[in-house]
């Protein structure tokens, strides 16, 4: 069974432009997750959907962040326009029930530069 | 894929001894925590977890202890290998925090061959 897939591994981009990330879950898992993690710090939620709604997106920092996730099936995160300090890892994960105790399957990151 | 940070917590250690990790967690109303394993190049892996109800937890090789009273979680990990080299993230989720998962800093463990 394929695991969490993302897209691109790396993006580096100028200050001002925009960037598109992608997440492919588990194919079954309703629940979708983004985190992000900047300069070594802790890995941070972004938020959470349940199929196509967003069930939490309080850890979205400001509104140049948008995520959608047509179709219930893969997602997207677009930065619009990036930031200096967006520069980081972002990571999606999936959960099949979205309880809390329900495993949480990471994909391998991206891995965001902003100059 | 991402390279760990810099300036995380290390423990090293000899390989086929014992390793624990320690984690101190914020919030006293979580009631659900996981640890992870971040490998190079790669996504946190689920390892274990534990119940706000229990204060103990095995599986194989490791071992969760919780201790509510100050908000302390550790990981001990049994006769660590070279495999097991790579960075430990603790994390907690709880009723008031909805879904979210919050993760503590991270820190490296070097296995020594």
């Known amino acids: 069974e394929a695991g969490v897939t993302q897209f691109p591994s790396h993006s580096v981009i100028e200050k001002g432009q925009t960037v598109t990330l992608r997440c492919d879950p588990i194919?079954?898992?309703?629940?979708l997750y983004w985190y992000r993690r900047v300069m070594g710090k802790e890995i941070k939620f972004l938020l959470h959907?349940?199929?196509?709604?967003?069930?939490?997106e309080s850890g979205m920092p400001n509104n140049r962040f948008l995520a959608e996730r047509t179709g219930g099936t893969y997602s997207t995160l677009k930065v619009q326009p990036a930031e200096l300090e967006d520069s980081g890892v972002y990571f999606c994960?999936?959960?099949?029930?979205?309880?809390?105790?329900?495993?949480?399957?990471f994909g391998p990151g991206t891995r965001l530069t902003v100059l | 894929g991402e390279s760990v940070g810099l300036h995380l917590p290390t423990l090293s250690v000899q390989e086929g001894d014992n390793s624990i990790i320690n984690c101190a967690y914020s919030?006293?109303?979580?009631?659900?925590f996981i640890w992870y394993k971040q490998e190079s190049g790669k996504g946190p892996q689920f390892i274990i977890d534990?119940?706000?109800?229990?204060d103990k937890r095995q599986g194989q090789r490791v071992t969760v202890l919780l201790n509510k009273t100050v908000k302390h979680l550790s990981l001990q990990i049994a006769a660590t290998q070279p495999g097991d080299s790579a960075v430990y993230f603790c994390a907690e989720a709880g009723k008031t925090g909805g879904f979210k998962t919050i993760f503590g800093a991270g820190t490296r463990l070097f296995v020594k061959a």
């Open positions: 994960a999936s959960s099949q029930d979205g309880q809390i105790t329900d495993t949480q399957y």
């Open positions: 959907f349940v199929k196509e709604s967003k069930q939490d």
């Open positions: 194919s079954g898992h309703d629940n």
């Open positions: 534990i119940r706000s109800n229990m």
């Open positions: 919030n006293s109303a979580s009631d659900y």
